[in-house]
């Protein structure tokens, strides 16, 4: 692993790791947003822009009548783009998580 200014390199010698580590993200480090970015040829660090990532939302007591799926999409269209539709499957009463990306 190397560090130059804001930016680190990991060196990952399996395909599984790496593919582990990103299907894993976001990650915080020291309380800080850690965002991964692939390594392509020709990269210029200094004109690299990190400025999105995919993070799950989660409302937290949401009132019974509020907790529908429709809802849900467009309260998250509020912070950025859904990625992740509800299915039906996650529907508890304390919280209520959606997937967003590209944040505003």
Not at 4 to 19: A, C, E
Not at 78 to 88: A, D, M
Request: proline share 3%.
């Amino acid at each position: 692993m190397g560090r130059d200014s804001y930016f680190y390199l990991l060196h990952f010698d399996s395909s599984k790791d790496l593919n582990d580590i990103r299907n894993d993200s976001p990650w915080a480090v020291d309380g800080a947003l850690f965002v991964l970015e692939k390594w392509r040829s020709n990269l210029v660090l200094e004109r690299l822009q990190l400025n999105f990532v995919s993070l799950w939302v989660q409302l937290h007591e949401l009132p019974l009548e509020y907790q529908y799926p429709e809802l849900a999409k467009r309260m998250g269209q509020l912070i950025g783009i859904v990625e992740s539709e509800w299915t039906g499957k996650t529907l508890c009463l304390e919280k209520y998580d959606l997937c967003i990306s590209e944040f505003e």
